[in-house]
């Protein structure tokens, strides 16, 4: 199975920025989806942004568009998820999942993955 294991998440002052990393071991694949998702308390998990590693195309949720950056190093089998100018509603509980297919779009929506990390916490203060 596919492992991922998150690590990055904290506490910061709304308009810092923190960098989310998720490293990924296990059965490998030549492509598949790699996202991001989170969760507040009392919500629904939601999708942040992902990458068809194949592919190399991106997607990112439109409220975190122009901040958030998805990106994939295959050397390093690690994901990243780079955030800046983070505002108070961006804290939630954040993970990062796979999901294995050839698809060439892959789909931001959580019930999408297959795999999951255990999630990191990432807490914004006004």
């Known amino acids: 199975q596919v492992q991922l294991v998150e690590s990055g998440g904290g506490s910061v002052q709304a308009g810092g920025s923190l960098r989310l990393s998720c490293k990924v071991s296990?059965?490998?694949?030549?492509?598949?989806?790699l996202g991001w998702s989170r969760q507040a308390p009392g919500k629904a998990r939601e999708g942040v942004a992902n990458?068809?590693?194949?592919?190399?195309?991106?997607t990112h949720l439109d409220s975190v568009r122009g901040r958030f950056t998805i990106s994939h190093d295959n050397a390093k089998k690690a994901l990243y998820l780079q955030m800046n100018d983070l505002k108070p509603e961006d804290t939630a509980t954040y993970y990062c999942?796979?999901?294995?297919?050839?698809?060439?779009?892959?789909?931001?929506?959580?019930?999408?993955?297959?795999?999951w990390g255990q999630g990191t916490q990432v807490t914004v203060s006004s």
């Open positions: 990458i068809n590693t194949g592919s190399g195309d991106t």
């Open positions: 999942a796979a999901e294995i297919t050839s698809r060439r779009y892959c789909y931001l929506e959580p019930r999408m993955y297959n795999y």
């Open positions: 296990g059965d490998t694949y030549s492509t598949y989806c």
